[in-house]
């Protein structure tokens, strides 16, 4: 009950189109949804979050999609670029647990 | 760097050997964490720290020794370590336990 499934595990976008990941969960206590991307030799970095009070949110070329009754969320990445070639991990935690739960990550590669 | 400094950035130990890794986080959080990623998995929670006290100890074996001297310094100390113990060591901090989670680069680490 404490996964994240994140999908797909690899995936290629030519540049200037839409990058979609998806994830997963099954606990219903989680409130805080947050997407990272990290570059090689680097830590991952928080790219946008979101709490299950709002279904979308935007930042620049980044939007996160939640549904909660299907308890399910995406990260959309509009007009992808060469730099947003990286590793994008999903993850979930309930308040005050002390446990961001991440998903397995995907690694995105964005074609010239 | 993104406030969250780890030594060294490579190890390489025997597994008779007893190292330590280094994180100082400057971002005046009250919360810091030990992650470990190997390939192909997804990030593993080891030790949550909130207020220099140890709040969540994740199923890790005794080889590994966390200490939390004060709110910016956090150490794992390292002993008889396995080969699969091999992997990226992330050290993480937050303002509040669960959220908002600053990383550092990560110590990569060679059990040899």
């Known amino acids: 009950q404490q996964q994240v499934k994140q999908s797909p595990q690899s995936l290629i976008v030519q540049k200037g189109g839409i990058s979609i990941i998806n994830c997963a969960y099954e606990n219903t206590a989680f409130d805080y949804f947050p997407w990272y991307q990290q570059f090689p030799g680097k830590g991952p970095a928080l790219l946008i979050a979101i709490r299950p009070d709002v279904s979308e949110k935007k930042e620049g070329r980044f939007t996160i999609s939640f549904n909660k009754s299907a308890k399910q969320f995406s990260l959309h990445i509009m007009d992808s670029q060469p730099g947003d070639s990286a590793t994008y991990f999903c993850a979930a935690s309930a308040s005050n647990t002390g446990k961001l739960i991440f998903g397995q990550g995907t690694t995105l590669q964005v074609k010239p | 760097e993104t406030g969250v400094t780890q030594t060294p950035r490579h190890l390489v130990m025997g597994m008779t050997n007893k190292k330590s890794l280094k994180c100082e986080q400057h971002l005046g959080h009250n919360a810091m964490y030990w992650y470990k990623q190997s390939a192909k998995k997804p990030l593993e929670l080891m030790f949550v720290?909130?207020?220099?006290?140890?709040?969540e100890n994740n199923s890790v074996p005794s080889r590994f020794s966390p200490e939390c001297p004060n709110s910016s310094h956090l150490f794992l100390h390292l002993h008889t370590l396995q080969p699969e113990d091999s992997a990226l060591y992330l050290c993480a901090s937050s303002q509040v336990v669960s959220y908002g989670y600053t990383f550092g680069s990560g110590t990569r680490l060679t059990v040899v």
């Open positions: 720290y909130s207020l220099e006290e140890r709040v």
